[in-house]
């Protein structure tokens, strides 16, 4: 079993930035696929990031490309969001996943743990 713990969130002006963690506990990380996913009031849970077992490879959704980041430090066994220019559709709550398999995917049902979540409010 892995236990994720988010923490990070909280509320920001419109252009700030925040920086999510994730922190696992119960086994090492280190050949588990992670991502990172949101929902806001109403929606379904969307694919935000995910990150190859090595970092090497990540994947963004098209909405956050180029203002996020996806980090991981398998040492320390914790996962990073570094959210950049943020916006007030980026409102939501944000969950770790992990997958473990090697490979990313961008759908919810694929990942196998997760994390409490951690609310991000942008406000304009």
């Known amino acids: 079993q892995v236990q994720l713990v988010e923490s990070g969130g909280g509320l920001v002006q419109a252009g700030g930035s925040l920086r999510l963690s994730c922190a696992a506990s119960?086994?090492?990380?280190?050949?588990?696929?992670m991502g990172w996913f949101r929902q806001a009031p109403g929606k379904e849970r969307e694919f935000v990031a995910a990150?190859?077992?090595?970092?090497?490879?990540?994947t963004y959704a098209d909405s956050v490309k180029g203002r996020f980041t996806i980090s991981r430090d398998n040492a320390k066994n914790a996962v990073y969001l570094q959210m950049n220019s943020l916006k007030p559709e980026d409102t939501a709550v944000y969950y770790c996943?992990?997958?473990?398999?090697?490979?990313?995917?961008?759908?919810?049902?694929?990942?196998?743990?997760w994390g409490q979540g951690t609310q991000v409010t942008v406000s304009s």
């Open positions: 119960g086994r090492t990380l280190s050949s588990y696929a």
């Open positions: 990150s190859t077992p090595s970092g090497g490879i990540t």
């Open positions: 996943a992990a997958r473990t398999t090697g490979w990313t995917t961008q759908t919810p049902a694929q990942y196998n743990y």
